[in-house]
């Protein structure tokens, strides 16, 4: 990680859970920005429907009235991009879904996501040792939800296993253009898990295009919940030929 590199925000990601699906490569091509790679995990090219709460977020240092806590919806995949020395594991978002057009805007501006605000809604429910988690964001006049249960209990995440290749990714890379690709460092420490007893989700896929529907219509390949921690996503740096 490049520490010399400013940090542009720093919040408190928690409850994060993951619904990851197996789909063909072919899908993810056009979304590939320059110079990166898509990544697998046992042959298995895997996209991931995220719902997780943004907390205590400051940028640059400074809470923004209303716009500290939030909800957040994304569907991701997983590349791995080379420096000349080493590869480096990130994601790419095809979606991401905030409550705050503001913060949309200003994603999109400054890193080039995929931004969208909606009106959403969560639930955070503990009874004994069970958890109950809900998200829910309201796409074309129909409430869209992303819930699961799962037990309280924390386990670290085994090495080599699905859960490591779902989280352990700590760059953020968009295409800005053909030939340019935007590089974002996100830095936080390893997350412990929590195993998941039941799920649901009732989504609309075509908001994310026709061609990811019949792969997230089907059984997904895993459903993962970590409790998360303080995060800091750093200032983008532009990678081109030359």
Known sequence: MQTSRPVFLKARWQNLLMINFEVDPKILL??????????????????????????????????????????????RFYVKHFNGKTWKRGVVFISEIVPSPVIALIANRLYHEHYSAKRMSHDT????????LSYKWKHRNKWNVLEATANTQLHDIKQGSEEEFIFEHYWGYNAYNSTTTIEYGVEHKMWQVQKVKDWKLDCDFSQYGSQFVPYLSAKPSSVFLANGSEVLIRKPVFIKKG
């Not at 979304?31 to 895997?46: C, G």
């Not at 429910?125 to 109950?132: A, I, M, Q, R």
């Open 30 to 75: 056009p979304h590939l920005p320059a110079y990166t790679e898509l990544d697998s995990f046992n042959n298995k090219t895997l996209v991931s429907v995220v719902g997780f709460m943004f907390n205590d977020t400051k940028v640059f240092g400074l809470r923004w009235p209303y716009h500290t806590n939030f909800e957040e919806v994304n569907l």
């Open 125 to 132: 429910l503990l009874s004994g040792d069970g958890l109950f």
